[in-house]
């Protein structure tokens, strides 16, 4: 299947009234480019272990509207099929409007291309392979071990799907030891920030009684599925809420108050120090916080987060450019 790619280079200030207006002439789904800063919510919906690098706002944007080709070289615009000129000329008409409106609409140039269809979804599995982490063995559904000669303590099958987390970041293997230094068969684990579940899913197979995960993403709950039947967990030890222990007070008391024995977060260090007053309500007397996420210089910080909240910090630990601070609740 073949696709045309409709371009609009404008305005960061026009591009939602442009991709409003496109909307009545039948464009849905528009791709944005831009470099307007990340706003705080934003930030916190991001589920990677640094938020990216960008450059500084200029004010221009890029909108990519796609639209499928069918066999005989038209666009499928809802039920009607129409010309690659006929597009642009009702998206030039669009442009004209809105700048006449007193929109700084920029270039409002129109570039057209062909793209073919790939498989989003499931291209980026090129990219991953298995791995070790110590005595584990982390593999996804579509490989076989590779050597026979070495025999891994534990088989961790992982399909991250569209939620993030493979356990091949530092920052999640740093998580992993600590949860294992820590870990007893009475263990009741909290995962904040769970992604496809690889942290909780990992602690239950190593032993741990139970685990509760929190996260944003919708896309969690079904990769944490796959991955729970995939390695042979029963569901009924994992319970998935979604929504931000931070402030959403539904969540928190859906979690727990004093319950549970580690608390383990792989996030950022400007969401985790936010985080920790709320995290520490969760943790039992005793309980060890177990922090990770965070770029070589900004342990300090959370871990004076820590401190300001009522734990002991028992150990920063590093791999690479990244940092895992570890506190405990006093008795």
Not at 1 to 10: I, L
Not at 130 to 136: A, G, K, P, V
Not at 226 to 233: L, Q, S, Y
Not at 259 to 283: E, G, R
Request: hydrophobic residues 40%; charged residues 25%.
């Amino acid at each position: 299947m073949k696709w045309m790619r409709f371009r609009v280079r404008t305005t960061a200030q026009a591009e939602d009234i442009l991709i409003s207006e496109m909307q009545d002439i039948g464009l849905d789904g528009a791709q944005i480019e831009d470099n307007v800063p990340l706003t705080t919510a934003e930030k916190e919906q991001m589920f990677v272990d640094i938020l990216p690098e960008t450059p500084e706002d200029d004010g221009r944007a890029v909108l990519s509207f796609f639209l499928e080709e069918a066999e005989d070289g038209s666009l499928v615009v809802g039920e009607e099929n129409r010309t690659p000129d006929q597009i642009r000329e009702q998206m030039a008409a669009v442009i004209d409007q809105v700048r006449s409106w007193g929109v700084e609409v920029g270039d409002g140039t129109i570039s057209v291309d062909e793209t073919e269809d790939l498989d989003w979804i499931n291209n980026w599995k090129q990219y991953f392979h298995q791995f070790w982490i110590d005595d584990i063995l982390v593999i996804p559904s579509w490989e076989e071990p590779e050597s026979e000669s070495r025999k891994p303590r534990l088989v961790l099958h992982i399909d991250p799907g569209t939620a993030f987390g493979t356990g091949m970041h530092e920052t999640t293997q740093l998580c992993i030891r600590q949860i294992r230094e820590y870990l007893t068969p009475e263990t009741r684990i909290l995962d904040i920030g769970t992604g496809s579940g690889i942290l909780a899913i990992l602690a239950l197979m190593l032993g741990a009684s139970s685990a509760v995960g929190t996260d944003l993403d919708p896309c969690a709950p079904p990769a944490i599925a796959d991955n729970m039947e995939n390695n042979g967990v029963d569901p009924a030890r994992f319970q998935v809420i979604l929504g931000n222990l931070i402030d959403d007070r539904q969540v928190q008391d859906q979690v727990g108050y004093g319950q549970y024995d580690i608390v383990v977060a792989n996030i950022l260090a400007d969401v985790l120090i936010p985080l920790t007053p709320a995290a520490v309500k969760c943790m039992k007397p005793g309980a060890v916080f177990i922090t990770s996420g965070i770029i070589e210089g900004r342990e300090q910080d959370v871990a004076k987060a820590m401190q300001m909240a009522g734990l002991t910090v028992t150990g920063i630990t590093a791999q690479g450019e990244w940092r895992c601070v570890t506190g405990v609740r006093p008795l």
